[in-house]
């Protein structure tokens, strides 16, 4: 499997134990290879010479999509995400944010422009999920296919209803 590098935003911590428990980012952390300081813009995924083979990120609140789409890249998420960008690989943001502004649209479309994936996280109802956790975990594999690793992860559609 690919190797993954963690980097959790202040933001990111609090809606992780909100969401998912005050446990949730010890572990999510035990799922990851590395995890690095977001104010860390000297670690080696900030560089592009570094083989890193795609990126996403979940959540991509409005202010990281704004940073990354201003090329601001004045923390490790927003450096690396810009590091991909110039690299041309794949970068997937799953921004959650609704209703949207103008200028969340604006930030979206010129991150599209820039080679960029957004990717809310809409739940692809014609597949019938039946819980919370399905919905997430064909969210993710989604998500995850677009990086473009090799093996599908996502349960495709044949045309019928599951």
């Not at 200028?103 to 990717?119: K, P, Y």
Request: a negative charge; charged letters at 20%; hydrophobic letters at 50%.
């Amino acid at each position: 499997g690919a190797s993954i590098d963690l980097v959790v935003s202040l933001a990111a911590e609090r809606t992780l134990a909100a969401e998912c428990g005050p446990d949730a980012l010890a572990r999510l952390t035990a799922l990851c290879d590395q995890r690095h300081d977001l104010r860390d813009v000297g670690a080696v995924i900030a560089s592009g010479s570094s083989p890193v083979a795609g990126m996403l990120v979940a959540p991509c609140s409005m202010r990281s999509l704004a940073a990354i789409s201003l090329g601001l890249d004045d923390n490790l998420l927003t450096r690396a995400a810009g590091v991909q960008l110039k690299e041309r690989r794949p970068l997937v943001l799953l921004a959650r944010e609704a209703p949207l502004t103008l200028a969340h649209l604006r930030n979206m479309t010129a991150v599209a422009e820039m080679g960029g994936i957004v990717m809310p996280p809409v739940p692809a109802f014609y597949m019938c999920p039946r819980t919370t956790d399905e919905i997430v975990q064909q969210i993710a594999a989604r998500a995850v296919d677009l990086l473009h690793l090799g093996r599908t992860v996502a349960q495709a559609w044949t045309g019928d209803a599951p």
